[in-house]
Structures are given as structure tokens and as C-alpha cells.
């Protein structure tokens, strides 16, 4: 069993798909970990998205992922990394498979919709960015059933 990070951007929220982003994964048999609306400061975004630092997008990326509220996620299932990522589709929509989210909900790269963690380490690294320790009074987890935290 494994967990993955999930995150609707800002063009998704905008435009109304965050009900169908999730209906996929629960569709698919994902089970919802941990779910919020929220805003990302640009030292968010530099951290969240710190491998791609060098490449010539890195600045168009964080004005992009700051310009609107996002909605940040933890799913979990068998291979939760590599089946959402699955259900992503590739980085461009116009090279997606149809069927997946990206092609099905998006044209452009710069505004693809969704994140999905790549790898592991990147998912475990994401969940502890979002979901740290100090959270807002009221924000509710499904309850492990190890009784387990979240990161
Ligand atoms: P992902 O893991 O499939 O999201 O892709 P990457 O980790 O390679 O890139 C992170 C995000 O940067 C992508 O989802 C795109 O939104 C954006 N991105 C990647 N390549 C480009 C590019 O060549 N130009 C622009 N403007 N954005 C890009
Ligand atoms: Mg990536």
C-alpha cells in the first residue's frame, strides 16, 4: 500500500474540476487520505517544485502555481504513485493517452491541471511539504487504520 500526492492547480480549481479530478481517483479505488483548499506562497512553490530550479519554466511555474488556490491531496492505494500518474497522463496534453485527465481536461503544458508525485522519496517529500504538523484547527484526516499520522 502506498501513499501519492495529488494536487489540482490553480487552472483546475478555476475552472471548476475538482470534482471531476476526483471522481477519477475514486473511480479508479483510490482511497482519500487527506484533502484542502489553500494558497501556495512562492517559497512553497520554489520548494514544491525545487528540481526543476535551473530549467528556463522555473520562473512561469511558481507565477502559475501562485496565481490561484490549489487543491492538495493524498491518495492511497497499491502502487498509488505510478497508477495516479497513470491516471494523469503525460506532462503534455497533447501527447497524453486519451482517457487520462490531462488529455481529456487540458491543451497546454504550462497549464496541465494536476500534479502527481514521481517517484517515492517526491511523495513522501510533498505529503510532509502540505501536510505538516501544524495544521488549521477544524482540518480532518481519515483516520489511519494503524492509527498512524499522515506523514
Ligand atoms: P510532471 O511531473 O508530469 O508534472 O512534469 P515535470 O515534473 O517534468 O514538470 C512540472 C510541471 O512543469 C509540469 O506539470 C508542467 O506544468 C510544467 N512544465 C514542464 N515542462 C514545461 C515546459 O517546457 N514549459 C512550461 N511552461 N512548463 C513546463
Ligand atoms: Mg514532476
Not at 500500500?1 to 483510490?30: A, H, Y
Not at 530550479?53 to 491518495?75: H, I, N, Y
Not at 497499491?78 to 503534455?92: F, V, Y
Request: hydrophobic share 40%; net charge negative.
Amino acid at each position: 500500500m502506498e501513499r501519492t500526492f495529488v494536487m489540482v492547480k490553480p487552472d483546475g480549481v478555476k475552472r471548476g474540476l475538482i470534482g471531476s479530478i476526483v471522481t477519477r481517483f475514486e473511480q479508479k479505488g483510490f482511497l482519500l487520505i487527506a484533502m484542502k483548499l489553500m494558497s501556495i506562497d512562492r517559497t512553497l512553490a520554489e520548494r514544491h517544485y525545487g528540481e526543476h530550479r535551473e530549467k528556463p519554466f522555473f520562473g512561469e511555474l511558481v507565477d502559475f502555481l501562485t496565481s490561484g488556490q490549489v487543491c492538495a491531496m493524498v491518495w492511497e492505494g497499491p502502487n498509488a504513485i505510478a497508477n495516479a500518474r497513470g491516471l494523469i497522463g503525460s506532462t503534455n496534453p497533447a501527447e497524453a493517452s486519451p482517457g487520462t485527465i490531462r488529455a481529456d481536461f487540458a491543451l497546454d503544458i504550462s497549464s496541465n491541471i494536476v500534479h502527481g508525485s514521481d517517484s517515492l522519496e517526491s511523495a513522501q517529500r510533498e505529503i510532509g511539504l502540505f501536510f505538516d504538523g501544524a495544521q488549521p484547527p477544524g482540518l480532518l484526516f481519515r483516520a489511519a487504520s494503524d492509527g498512524a499520522s499522515i506523514t
